[in-house]
């Protein structure tokens, strides 16, 4: 009788925690689905029901990450503003949520990722590296009026006005200037901006560069 017992009540744990399982499991495939589909209200409704806001999804990367990858930039805000949300996450190549979001251009993202103190000056690559690249003004503003390093050196020693030269736009290569990007740096190759320049045909970049540094003579030729 009392093995017949503990054989009923075992039987009852196997399936409470098969359910269990399965019951996570489908949580897991909506809130994915959702995220990839931006479906604000689906993502919400399972937070409320305390899904993990930081599972990660088989590519390796959080919800978070995946939604500005996509972008689903509805789910994206919900997350970022989640309490439970860990907002400073790097993928495997080291990069972080504020960084995709700098180099897509998505302003109310930033904002409020770096309310949720995001690094806005990560070691390596930065935010601002990647809104240079991405020639994004109003980022590249938001991020160097919150304390963004502005000749911030990647691991090679390219600054974030070299990948403005070589990837982004004439305005993003204006805004660093005016701002005070140092325009006599070089990386680890030897290479200044307006290198990077001159090696991607950008001239409006190159003339921008050149200018500067001639406003720079000449400013320190004056007795």
């Known amino acids: 009788m009392k093995n017949f017992k503990y054989f009923k009540y075992l039987v009852v744990f196997i399936g409470f925690s098969s359910s269990l399982n399965s019951s996570f499991a489908g949580s897991y495939d909506d809130f ?6 931006d479906d604000v209200k ?5 937070l409320l029901r305390g899904f993990d806001p930081n599972t990660i999804h088989p590519t390796g990367v959080s919800g978070l990450m995946l939604a500005v990858r996509e972008p689903s ?5 919900l997350l970022a503003g989640w309490p439970q949300t860990k907002v400073e996450i790097r993928n495997d190549k080291d990069e972080s949520v504020l960084m995709l979001a700098a180099l897509k251009g998505h302003l109310p993202l930033v904002m409020q990722l770096v309310e949720r103190d995001a690094d806005v000056n990560k070691t390596g690559w930065t935010p ?7 020639g994004h003004v109003q980022v590249i503003e938001f991020l160097l009026n919150n304390s963004a390093y502005i000749d911030a050196e990647s691991p090679n020693g390219t600054t974030p006005l070299m990948m403005a030269a070589m990837y982004g736009t004439p305005q993003a290569v204006k805004v660093l200037i005016q701002a005070g990007a140092d325009l006599n740096l070089k990386n680890a190759a030897g290479l200044t901006a307006l290198d990077f320049a001159v090696r991607a045909e950008r001239q409006n970049a190159k003339e921008l560069i050149e200018t500067g540094l001639q406003r720079l003579a ?3 030729a004056k007795p």
């Open 32 to 37: 994915f689905k959702a995220v990839q589909f």
């Open 218 to 220: 000449a400013r320190n």
């Open 73 to 77: 930039l509805k789910v994206a805000q």
């Open 42 to 46: 689906t993502v919400r409704s399972l």
């Open 128 to 134: 601002l590296h990647y809104a240079a690249s991405g």
